[in-house]
């Protein structure tokens, strides 16, 4: 997937991937807005459906 993407999206990819590296079930997590909090909701349902974790998405706005 991140074949294709531009170097500022590939940077935006990896530090989504990592911030979400730091999420851990039972969580409450500040969900963001723009391009990166994007990537970083992909990433964290991605970590849901595979770890089974459950968090509480807390929106800025």
């Known amino acids: 997937m991140t074949e294709e ?3 500022i ?5 990896v530090a989504a991937k990592r ?3 730091f999420i851990e079930d039972g ?7 723009g391009s990166t909090a994007a990537w970083m909701v992909r990433c964290l349902a991605e970590k849901i ?3 089974g974790i459950r968090i509480k998405g807390v929106p800025t706005s």
């Open 49 to 51: 459906q595979h770890e």
């Open 27 to 33: 969580m409450r997590v500040g969900l963001g807005t």
């Open 5 to 7: 993407l531009s170097p």
């Open 19 to 21: 911030a979400v590296d």
């Open 9 to 13: 999206d590939r940077a935006k990819f």
